[in-house]
Each structure stands twice: as structure tokens, then as C-alpha cells.
């Protein structure tokens, strides 16, 4: 029979890899060419998400009238809370762990 802290820190399921990042930075990649960094406060099994001293990335892709060459943008901000909504969510990156 394991014992309750190797269930904690056991991956089973996806959703435990998330809950193993609770109170840690994690990085979002979203819909529309956003990227978000911050420290996961709380999720759902719907991957909505609270995050808090978050650093909101998001790259934008201009076409030059002229020459036609695609100019790449990016901007970012930081917010302090920022509530997620799973559906716009592609990928999540726990922290690195060392063994």
C-alpha cells in the first residue's frame, strides 16, 4: 500500500500533472498567439485556470504593404490576477523538477 505522500506526488492522470504545479510558475500557451506565465492558484477539471503574477506574452504577424514581408510583433503586460478559460488553453508546462 503506498503511502498518502507518494499518492501526491504521483502522475496518473493529466490532470495531476497540473495539480503537482499548484502554487508554482507554469507556462500557458493559448489561442490566438498568447503565451502566459505565472504561478497556478487554482484550476478545474474544464482546465480553467487563476493565475497570479502573470506575465501576458502575445505575437502578432503584420503583412508589409509594400514588400510584402511579414512583420512579427510582440507585446507584453503584466497583470497580478488573471482568470483563464480552458477552452482557449493548447498546452501547459509544469516547472522543471530535478530528481
Not at 507554469?26 to 480553467?48: F, M, P, S, T, W
Not at 506574452?57 to 497580478?80: G, L, N, P
Amino acid at each position: 500500500m503506498a503511502t498518502q505522500t507518494e499518492d501526491d506526488t504521483t502522475v496518473k492522470e493529466p490532470l495531476d500533472l497540473i495539480r503537482l504545479s499548484l502554487d508554482e510558475r507554469i507556462y500557458v500557451k493559448c489561442r490566438g498567439d498568447r503565451e502566459l506565465r505565472g504561478k497556478l492558484h487554482a484550476y478545474d477539471q474544464h482546465l480553467n485556470m487563476i493565475l497570479g503574477d502573470v506575465e501576458e506574452t502575445v505575437t502578432t504577424v503584420e503583412i508589409d504593404d509594400e514588400t510584402y514581408e511579414e512583420i512579427i510583433k510582440t507585446s507584453k503586460r503584466a497583470v497580478q490576477y488573471l482568470f483563464v478559460r480552458g477552452d482557449v488553453v493548447i498546452l501547459v508546462s509544469p516547472p522543471l523538477r530535478s530528481a
